[in-house]
């Protein structure tokens, strides 16, 4: 089953589409050729577990190209002392301009940065819009900010998957300490922990090595691996 990606399309200004099905054995790309043709659909995405090797064999008889991997994390949350001298608030509507330049251009490992069929100009406007509609809770559920004094060091988005789970979606620091990110993780633990949130997930790709390591750092373990997969027609 092929389904239109709405917002994937009304932003990058083609049409975007998402195979969905997990299990390609039984999808005839010939017969979903009349479909395609018939939406303009420009660009076909697609993602399935690393080990599924019936599905990789499959999309890449039929010229999708590999993309990224996909690399989820889970940990239980736990509670750490504060002595760092920075605190984690949800950030707010004036923070936004702010977010977008320090934070924005900082996501060049991604999927849409290595597909050069995309203009990075627009990958940067993705990534701005990202933040802005996750700081007024349409996208993400809300954004956090890791300050010293005034001053905003890292920030995270988050979405609440369950009452005892959620899961960070962008997250970032500024670059002139390694230590920022552990920082940043154990006070989104002590956040998470005062709202009874037991679990916390991440993704980031296979071609981030140095987010991977403050993963592992913070004692996240891996949950899945996926591949991502891209056709342009």
Request: with cysteine; charged share 25%.
């Amino acid at each position: 089953m092929i389904k239109i990606l709405k917002w994937d399309t009304k932003f990058f200004n083609f049409n975007v589409a998402q195979i969905v099905t997990r299990n390609l054995d039984s999808f005839s790309f010939k017969r979903k050729l009349k479909f395609i043709k018939k939406k303009n659909i420009k660009l076909i995405k697609f993602n399935c577990f690393f080990c599924d090797r019936a599905s990789i064999k499959t999309v890449q008889q039929n010229n999708f190209k590999f993309v990224d991997l996909r690399i989820q994390y889970k940990k239980t949350i736990k509670t750490f002392n504060n002595n760092t001298g920075f605190f984690l608030s949800k950030s707010n509507n004036k923070e936004i301009p702010l977010l977008k330049k320090k934070f924005a251009n900082n996501f060049h490992l991604t999927r849409y940065y290595f597909d050069k069929n995309f203009k990075k100009k627009k990958i940067l406007n993705f990534y701005e819009n990202w933040i802005e509609r996750s700081v007024k809770g349409k996208f993400d559920d809300f954004t956090l900010v890791m300050k010293n004094n005034k001053t905003i060091i890292g920030f995270c988005t988050i979405t609440i998957s369950s009452n005892s789970e959620a899961i960070i979606g962008l997250i970032s620091v500024v670059k002139n300490n390694k230590q920022f990110g552990v920082t940043l993780i154990k006070l989104l633990e002590n956040y998470l922990y005062k709202m009874n949130f037991k679990k916390l997930y991440v993704v980031t790709q296979g071609r981030n090595h140095r987010a991977q390591r403050l993963y592992d750092k913070c004692f996240f373990q891996i949950n899945k691996i996926e591949c991502y997969y891209h056709l342009w027609m």
